[in-house]
């Protein structure tokens, strides 16, 4: 941990980043975090599945890699099988307080120090974006969160609306799904979002197997403390926790919920509900979010957020933003 003037020490980071890509987008997040956070500790998790990546990318900002196992896909239980493997790995061989997690598509808009003085100051064990399914009040979210949390799903093994499909394709397919849901409340075609290209999945109603626990949902990029990941990856191994894995592995993107379900069910942990990272969805259906440009600028600077995602490659604002976050000399 670093000092502060005023003798109170700042948290060590880790910055756990989930890549699929490698080029020149990835090595330059790598180098501004060493760059704004030289004593960070730098956690990759590649999919080499996708794309090799030379391991002198991250040996030179002092990281650590990790490829996964298998192949990840978007939307399953994939990636949160491979990050749970690797937070293992961070808590039995890393002298860190704060494990931060993010994407190759990430940037910092905020100095590493505003970052580490803002969990410094929190009374909490986890900052994570999230909330109750039961409570999430925009009626459109609410019915997608419903959908992807209370059924567990089977792949299609083919479809017929794909992002490379005809319009009129897909929009048979979704009036088809329209029809499912409408008809009966047990089963429910779920089709992934147009920008993915993922066959759609045909769900059965069902609910978490561990009674009284109440299922939450928010943001895949979220902060634990030593202790909350301690906590969460001694709770994975009960056979409580296990069932809801399990539970989840069946569900329509995880990694947006299982965590947070797995937190909020911990009654000796302190949850602070708030965003680290600036996101934004104009086209939510695409289920990208939108790329920030120069003319966000101002916007990202002034948000409060630590990080936002997501960014072109080479576009001129990561200049821009790179003259805002770097540390004083």
């Known amino acids: 941990m670093t000092g502060t003037a005023e003798g109170v020490r700042d948290p060590k980071l880790a910055y756990l980043v989930s890549s699929y890509r490698s080029g020149d987008q990835l090595d330059r997040l790598l180098t501004t975090l060493r760059r704004n956070d030289p004593d960070a500790e730098i ?14 990318v991250v040996t030179a900002v002092g990281g650590h890699l990790h490829l996964v196992t298998a192949p990840v896909v978007w939307g399953d239980a994939s ?6 493997r690797v937070l293992r790995w961070v808590l039995a061989e890393l002298d860190v307080d704060w494990v931060l997690t993010l994407s190759e598509q990430d940037y910092p808009v905020a100095p590493a120090a505003a970052l580490r003085a803002r969990l410094r100051d929190t009374a909490a064990d986890a900052v994570v974006d999230a909330q109750p399914v039961a409570q999430t009040r925009d009626p459109l979210t609410a019915r997608d969160v419903r959908r992807r949390y209370g059924f567990r799903y089977a792949t299609l093994p083919s479809w017929p609306g794909g992002r490379r499909s005809p319009r009129p394709v ?9 029809a499912v849901e409408r008809s009966q409340p047990f089963v429910r075609l779920y089709l992934m979002p147009t920008g993915t290209g993922l066959p759609p999945k045909v769900g059965r109603r069902a609910s978490p197997p561990v009674a ?11 902060a634990l ?4 990941l301690q906590v969460f990856l001694d709770r994975l191994q009960t056979p409580e926790g296990q069932a809801l894995l399990g539970f989840f592995d069946r569900t329509v993107i995880p990694t947006e ?11 000796g942990l302190v949850v602070e509900r708030a965003a680290l990272h600036e996101i934004r969805f104009s086209d939510p259906a695409s289920g990208r979010p939108d790329e920030f440009g120069r003319g966000d600028l101002e916007h990202l600077l002034g948000c409060g957020r630590f990080l936002a995602r997501k960014f072109a490659p080479g576009d001129p604002v990561l200049d821009d933003l790179d003259l805002a976050t770097a540390p004083a000399r």
Do not use: C, I, K, Q
Not at 79 to 84: I, Q
Not at 170 to 178: G, H, P, T, W
């Open 79 to 84: 990636l949160e099988h491979e990050r749970h």
């Open 170 to 178: 897909r929009r048979a397919a979704e009036l088809l799904a329209l």
């Open 212 to 222: 009284g626990v109440e299922v939450w949902w928010g943001s895949a990029w979220f």
């Open 43 to 56: 956690v990759l998790l590649h999919n080499g599945f996708e794309n090799p990546l030379d391991p002198a």
């Open 225 to 228: 403390s030593r202790r909350a």
């Open 257 to 267: 919920a299982f965590v947070h379900t797995l937190l909020a069910a911990e009654p």
